[in-house]
């Protein structure tokens, strides 16, 4: 698994990782909740999933968002505060204004209309089209 970042910003790749502020390699600086990074081919295959860089990052944000639900906790020590269901939350209201915000990064994508929070499939992968949306 590898991680590349171009600060040329010139493949999608690198528009992912700018997008979603992945372009540290140093160790525990990555975005994930245990501070590593997305890999190339993890992105890669979101951004082939989603058909553009721009979806890529919709879907990125919304595995990233799937992965701190899944550690949601709080932690408050002395001064130190951790609200990880917080960070999932902002990790949704950032992809959905990628959606509203990006043209295209919207079409092609189908909202589960999940109560934690929208989970988005691309129209190819799934054979679901914008009206079948309930």
């Known amino acids: 698994m590898t991680f590349t970042y171009s600060a040329a910003v010139d493949t999608d790749l690198a528009r992912v990782r700018l997008a979603i502020n ?23 295959a979101l951004i082939t999933a989603g058909g553009s860089w721009q979806r890529g990052v919709v879907l990125a944000l919304t595995v990233l968002a799937n992965a701190y639900a ?13 609200d990880l269901k917080a960070i999932a939350g ?23 209309g999940s109560s934690e929070g929208p989970v988005f499939f691309g129209t190819e992968q799934w054979g679901a089209e914008v009206e079948d949306q309930g």
Do not use: C, H
């Open 22 to 44: 992945d372009t540290s390699a140093t160790t525990d600086a990555g975005v994930k909740p245990d501070g590593t990074n997305f890999t190339d081919e993890e992105l890669n």
């Open 70 to 82: 899944a550690k949601a906790r709080s932690v408050r020590e002395s001064d130190y505060a951790e």
């Open 90 to 112: 902002e990790l949704r209201a950032q992809a959905q204004e990628w959606m509203k915000n990006i043209p295209g990064a919207w079409k092609g994508l189908i909202s589960s």
